[in-house]
């Protein structure tokens, strides 16, 4: 279904071509927010910040206003990328998801589409990732040390194009 504001539902409930973040989830310490492409989460790199629009949402809470706490947000996804954010609502709720994080407790899980076929023994990823603000990301022999772990879970041919959906779980960088 095709909507006004040239968007689309898609079946599952999920809106394809987006231009405003939604939030999905609100509860009494957290947020949790669908990021569209083309948004950055709290860096100042483009025009339209997920921080920025927490902020005008006039949610009650200190934390969404303070840079230093990332303004609550508990991660990242690159700015062409849509998925889910979640934001702490609380200093005490942004420390507690950090540690649980940190530890292993949660973990950050993807759904991704990749353009051809992904072996199933392709399980683990580990390179050092660098960036700087206005250069492509490199992963190489500098930078921060980043482990993914990797799941083929269907292959499909559409036409002439197959393709990979896979799940990946970031556990450092």
Known sequence: EHLSDGTANHPSGTTIGMREPKRNLDMHDSLVVL???GWEVRDD??????SSWIQAMEVKCP????????YGFIHRIDVPNS???LAAKSYEAFWHIKMQLAVGLSVREYAII???WVAPSLCRSEASVYWRA???TESGSRGKASTTHLGARKHVVKQIDALTLMVVSIRTG
């Open 114 to 116: 990749c353009h051809g």
């Open 63 to 70: 934390i969404v206003h303070d840079s230093t706490s990332q």
């Open 134 to 136: 206005d250069e492509p």
């Open 83 to 85: 998925g889910l954010i």
């Open 45 to 50: 790199n483009t025009g339209k910040q997920l």
């Open 35 to 37: 990021k569209p492409p």
